[in-house]
């Protein structure tokens, strides 16, 4: 009993930890069972790691063709090829789902470590730690298919505690890890090498690490991404306002902030902000320059035209998280120093109701609103028939199907989304799902198309699942 006593916050942390992975693993997994997760993104990611695992290195299809190219012409998340062993225990793109809750739920052990060491006071920590599970921003990452720019949210965590305890080199391999996430992830590492510079006797260090950061940064977005897509990243079309390439949409964005603060200022915008801070209370903004950390993503996010980046239902957000934790310990520990009349008990509780509320309002848990519950609640109808034809399914075939059977079928050379690919696959399947982001509207032609063709035959059909066999 003395020993419960004496760790009874840890102990609580502990069973934080575990309710978190329990409740993220069964809610993935069964996602992924009822087909409430799609090609996009799940069934990317698990293709590049399947090809990865069986000799063919960081390939996957053209999620807009028909042809198999390097996963670097879109993103480099070389943290993919890292964990592929993990399909030596389990060739099942549920291990991903599995490892990145995993990961993100260190993140929470991290928080109670990061504050123990700066505010010295276990209650507090502790309340960080729940804040963080049930942080509205994080559930959603978690729940959002699998991406390995999520690992950045513990990641970078870790970095910034070994830094605290003066441990660098440990520091320096998460920051790796956290870099070969994705390839702006690069920009935060550059901005860890100054925050090293600050750091006792660390000044050569932090300016290596800067150097190689903005090199390697450099390099992905000026040469490897646009050499291995045919052109500049994909993704700068989103930006089109700014520039037509790399260059000229940054120097736009510091030269010219009259064109930048109107966009911010968009409602849309500001609510992202709303729905990122006020969990803990807007008080990561009394010490804004550990936000400077998350400035690269709030920019890349804020200013996109494509509306989903500034939303915090998906991946979008992972490296803006860890420092809105961050700043938010070191401005309790600043409320502490300027009035001891406010006491950690009171500011607590001021995190503790922001916390829930939060969640309440605008979260995904059970307890929320709007939870996002439809896994537990709207089963498929007959999905264990319809995992047995899938699994039938010879892996050299090649297979054209509607977006969300395709994290069922990535494991193979060629997967394509209707569509692409009909003229040369093996098999057409649909599941024609009525629902958000599954509407049977835009495959439906197609559906029609292929039952009254000659080429095609029906090989099974049972609920709203049809299989098509090519002649």
Known sequence: MKFLFKHKYEIVLFLLFISYVIYF??????????????????GNMAQTVWNTHHGRIFTFTDPNGVDNLSRLAFHADFMLIFISPLYYLWEDPRILLLTQTLVIAFGGIFVYLISKEILNNKLISLVLSFSFYIYPAVNYVNLFDFHAVSFTITLFLAAFYF??????SISLIFLFLAGITKEEVWVVNAIFGIYLTFQPKQRNLGILVFLVSSLVFYFLIWQAIP????????AL????DFGDNPTQVIKTLILSPHKVLPIILEQERLDYIKKLFIPLGYM?????QYLIFALPDLAIDLLSKNKVLHQIYYQY???????VFISTIF???KISKITQMISFKVLSSIILITAISSAYNFGPLPFAKKPQDQMFKKPLEKRWEVDNFIRSIPTDSKVSTTNNLGSKLSHRQYIYEIPNGIERSDYLLFLLKNEENQSIKSVQSYYIKIKNSKDYKLVYSVNNFYAFKKN
């Open 163 to 168: 830094i605290l305890k003066r441990k660098y």
């Open 237 to 240: 079309s989103f930006y089109r």
């Open 317 to 323: 957000s992972s490296a803006i998280i860890p420092f």
């Open 227 to 234: 050499k291995a897509l045919g052109g500049n990243h994909f």
């Open 284 to 288: 990561s903004f009394l010490s804004p």
């Open 25 to 42: 693993t069964a809610a993935t997994f069964l996602k992924y069972d009822n087909f409430y997760m799609g090609r996009f993104d799940l």
């Open 331 to 333: 401005s309790l520990k």
